[in-house]
Nanobody
Framework: VQLQASGGGLVQPGGSLNLSCAAS????????MGWYRQTPGKQREFVTS???????RYADSVKGRFTISKDNDKKTVYLQMSNLKAEDAAVYFC???????????????WGQGTQVTVSS
């Protein structure tokens, strides 16, 4: 199973950007998928997640501005980011807690990062 993130780029403060992360390979079931972000010299921090039930969680810093959603058929999670601020600039990583087909347990998978730059 691999996670492929896409959609990063340069956006002006106050602008919007959408990220997506697709899981490829044989997945038996998902527990949750989500997003983290990381800036140089800092630890990776939680941004948002969505469970298989649809329950969502957000970091306080992004509540009201970011929206996570998923498409089960496409095994894809989306992150809509609006009213972006300079402090949102980071490398964004998607992750998923899932059970690969043929395995008995759930594991955490990470995608490669996608750069989000917020600058005028």
């Amino acid at each position: 199973v691999q996670l492929q993130a896409s959609g990063g780029g340069l956006v002006q403060p106050g602008g919007s950007l959408n990220l997506s992360c697709a899981a490829s390979g044989s997945v038996f079931s998902f527990d949750f998928m989500g997003w983290y972000r990381q800036t140089p010299g800092k630890q990776r921090e939680f941004v948002t997640s969505i469970k298989s039930t649809g329950y969502t969680r957000y970091a306080d810093s992004v509540k009201g501005r970011f929206t996570i959603s998923k498409d089960n058929d496409k095994k894809t999670v989306y992150l809509q980011m609006s009213n972006l601020k300079a402090e949102d600039a980071a490398v964004y990583f998607c992750n998923a807690h899932l059970r690969p087909l043929g395995e008995l347990g759930f594991r955490v998978f990470w995608g490669q990062g996608t750069q989000v730059t917020v600058s005028s």
